[in-house]
């Protein structure tokens, strides 16, 4: 008799056993939202600009240098200035709540400001962002912008988010 109900036991454990591995994880974060396995950042703000002027970047960027891929917008209107630009990412460097990266402008109405290195440097503070940028227009490229370099976080965002996030290959001694 006790040895029938150690096998029941022995069985029902079992039973369970396979029922929680085929429902596979309990959680979005073990279902793929763990560790991060390559550099990020992503997401679009506002800039607080107390002149009312509306300037708004966006970043969709992820790799690590070299193999760094993605987008980046920027709209700047008021003052009487208006002007926008967008590209190729070229260079993603993260480190801890703070991401560099650079691009390519590949459409503009700056002029010349297309096929030029622009770099913006993010950080990302929750609800209280902060971002910098370098470039500007230089029609005798003088002024050069070297990958993965930009400017300190100067400016704050009014509304939205961005969200870095921290990536170094396994076994580089960093992180």
Not at 6 to 23: D, R
Not at 59 to 84: N, Q
Request: contains cysteine.
């Amino acid at each position: 008799m006790k040895r029938s109900r150690e096998l029941a036991a022995v069985g029902a454990a079992m039973v369970l056993a396979t029922t929680l591995v085929a429902a596979g994880p309990a959680s979005g974060a073990e279902a793929g939202k763990g560790k991060p396995t390559e550099p990020s950042l992503v997401g679009s703000a506002k800039m607080l600009r107390k002149d009312g002027q509306d300037v708004r970047f966006a970043f969709d960027a992820h790799g690590l240098f070299p193999e760094s891929r993605g987008t980046f917008r920027v709209s700047h209107v008021g003052g009487g200035f208006s002007a926008y630009f967008k590209g190729r990412v070229d260079c993603l460097v993260v480190g801890g709540p703070v991401a560099v990266v650079t691009g390519i402008v590949e459409d503009t109405d700056v002029p010349g400001l297309k096929d030029r290195r622009v770099g913006m440097t993010v950080y990302d503070n929750g609800k209280r962002d902060r971002l910098g940028y370098s470039w500007g227009p230089d029609p005798e490229h003088k002024q050069i912008v070297p990958p993965c370099l930009s400017s300190a976080t100067f400016e704050r965002v009014e509304s939205g988010d961005f969200k870095a996030v921290e990536w170094f290959p396994p076994g580089s001694g960093i992180g």
